[in-house]
């Protein structure tokens, strides 16, 4: 009897629950609601409310003070299809914590600390239609990281710090329109970036370190050339394939070509590069490529170092330092390897 009451009771306070979370008239502290539209607006919050309606469709984060997300804070939420983030501090975004929007179709994550992005953060949000990632800091992008977005049609990712893009990165975006990748460090693109972006309309390129001096920029100058009306300026509305430009020199990318910029030639590797994407050299013809685009500063960083050490290990070989000083130098594991390895 007593069991059968503690039963019913729990059931009710379960399904009262259920109840209240669907309930628009009241809304977790510090945001507003909107029944008729279903969504929840939140303002200086600095963790995502645990009690906002589980059938919500929109959900306005902006402009909170949200320096972490828990992986699980979207989880409950699987009626969404918007969610912004913008205006935030995050610099990292929990892998899974968007495995469960499979609704979700607008996702703005600008103006945060993005540093990295997680393998798999986009995996599962198969109605995304919009994904706005500017004016953050990415540096990189896993490889594979929008291959789930089949539906995609809009992506910023203006004003990051991309040094470059992984190969085939934007492959399986064919229903793209929009592609902003101006204002970042891009020195080229992979060979064939674009080449499944069939439906772009308007993409912009402009205010990259954009490398006219490597023969790897050979696929965006012709692709520049072959769709100049795509190309935009910034505010994505007018025609501007000439501005897209070299760093440093200021000449259009798309005045580059093969015969009259690269006389001396370009190296057969990158040419097989172009030709066979799929075979057993790739490997191979990466390294060489990334030996040839690495920045010079790194170069002369490296040789600095290795300068210093040869030094610094003869100082010690030939007897300018008192025994002492070798016998706790010696002490050091990895400085006796280095300096018998560079043994003068
Ligand atoms: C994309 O990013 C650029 C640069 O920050 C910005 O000017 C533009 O408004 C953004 N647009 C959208 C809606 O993606």
Not at 110 to 117: E, F, H, I, M
Request: hydrophobic share 35%.
């Amino acid at each position: 009897m007593e069991r059968w009451f503690s039963r019913i009771t729990m059931f009710w306070m379960l399904f009262l629950g259920e109840v209240q979370s669907q309930d628009w008239t009241k809304c977790s502290t510090g945001c507003t609601c909107d029944g008729n539209k279903m969504s929840v607006t939140c303002n200086g919050l600095k963790n995502v409310p645990n009690d906002i309606q589980k059938d919500a469709k929109e959900l306005r984060l902006g402009f909170n003070s949200l320096s972490k997300l828990s992986p699980t804070a979207f989880h409950s939420l699987t009626s969404l299809t918007l969610l912004s983030l913008d205006g935030n501090k995050l610099q990292t975004l929990p892998a899974e914590v968007f495995d469960q929007l499979k609704n979700l179709e607008t996702l703005w994550v600008t103006d945060n600390k993005l540093q990295a992005l997680p393998v798999g953060v986009f995996d599962h949000l198969v109605s995304l239609d919009k994904l706005v990632l500017n004016d953050n800091q990415l540096k990189y992008l896993p490889p594979k990281i929008f291959d789930s977005l089949t539906k995609l049609t809009w992506l910023n990712l203006s004003r990051n710090k991309l040094q470059s893009l992984p190969h085939g990165v934007f492959d399986k975006l064919t229903e793209l329109k929009t592609l902003y990748l101006s204002t970042n460090q891009l020195r080229s693109v992979p060979d064939k970036a674009f080449d499944k972006l069939s439906k772009l309309e308007t993409i912009i390129l402009a205010d990259n370190d954009w490398d006219c001096e490597s023969c790897d920029i050979l696929y965006l100058s012709r692709w520049i050339r072959e769709n100049p009306q795509k190309v935009k300026a910034s505010g994505g509305r007018v025609e501007d394939p000439d501005g897209v430009t070299c760093q440093g020199t200021m000449e259009s990318v798309n005045k580059i070509t093969k015969e009259n910029t690269f006389q001396a030639g370009c190296p057969t590797t990158t040419q097989q590069m172009a030709t066979s994407p799929a075979s057993t050299t790739t490997t191979e013809t990466m390294t060489v490529r990334e030996k040839q685009t690495k920045p010079r500063m790194k170069i002369f960083q490296e040789e600095l170092f290795s300068k210093a050490s040869i030094f610094f290990c003869q100082v010690i070989f030939t007897q300018h330092v008192s025994l002492v000083v070798i016998h706790i130098l010696a002490e050091i594991p990895l400085l006796h390897i280095v300096c018998v390895v560079r043994k003068p």
